[in-house]
């Protein structure tokens, strides 16, 4: 059982419950229900129908694997799935209107970061079993991106992610949905299928998360920023060579 197992399983999911959210206002107002709930409060009995088919053979996969269980408890993983599925539904319209976009931002975040990253990745990826994954925007690249971009305020966004870091596994399911709503309604992508697997690892290995949502964040503001200093560089340098060509 790897991560990637976990990913394709939530990707799944998300691809199929897009599609619902944003053309049926009844299935939003079911998978809702599942907001900041455990999965089995009586409250998201209805919510079963549309998110268990996607766990039943990862959990299966999970449990005939030890070291599956340690990192991904049951509990856990299918609080995630159904977790993710109540903040698809709770999109402001903006953002079901927005349905494919977000691969291509992630995809624009990939290309700017991977170069700075590869040789990192390559030393690492024997001994971090997340590594082949961090291509794939984690929640702290998303905030970090939507800050350099001006979307969303730099020191009130990395103190609710701090804060959210610290939260335990209830904690983070409470004030998740709450963030989230607010960068959709600054019309910042987020990456579902990836949320749902970090908070699939969140009982188990909180840390490793955590840690890896703040150096997302932080990696990806130099990261933009260097890019940026770049391009403005590169212009200042094409208009004096401009200039002393007309001279």
């Known amino acids: 059982m790897t991560d990637k197992e976990v990913l394709r399983a939530a990707d799944r999911m998300v691809k199929h419950l897009q599609e619902r959210v944003r053309d049926e206002p009844a299935v939003r107002a079911v998978l809702r229900r599942a907001s900041g709930k455990r999965v089995e409060d ?9 998110v268990a088919r996607y766990l039943d053979r990862l959990l299966t996969s999970i449990e005939e694997d030890e070291r599956a ?27 079901r209107d927005r349905i494919g976009g977000e691969d291509e931002d992630t995809t624009d975040e990939e290309d700017t970061s991977t170069a700075d990253q590869k040789a990192t990745d390559t030393e690492d990826t024997e001994r971090r079993p997340s590594d082949p994954l961090r291509r794939r925007s984690n929640l702290g690249a998303a905030l970090g991106k939507a800050v350099t971009r001006g979307r ?4 009130t966004t990395e103190e609710r992610l701090h804060l959210l870091c610290r939260q335990s596994v209830d904690g983070a399911h409470a004030q998740l949905p709450r963030l989230i709503l607010h960068a959709n309604d600054k019309d910042v992508p ?11 690892r969140w009982g188990a290995d909180r840390d490793s998360v955590a840690k890896e949502w703040v150096q997302g964040y932080h990696r990806t503001i130099e990261t933009e920023k260097a890019g940026r200093d770049a391009a403005l560089a590169k212009k200042n340098s094409t208009d004096d060579d401009s200039e002393d060509q007309a001279a």
């Open 42 to 50: 009586p409250a998201v009995l209805p919510v079963h129908g549309f």
């Open 69 to 95: 269980r340690w990192r991904f408890p049951e509990e856990d993983v299918e609080r995630a799935f159904y977790g993710v599925a109540a903040m698809l539904a709770a999109q402001p319209r903006q953002a």
């Open 152 to 155: 969303l305020n730099a020191d």
């Open 190 to 200: 987020i990456d579902w299928g990836r949320l749902a697997l970090d908070l699939s």
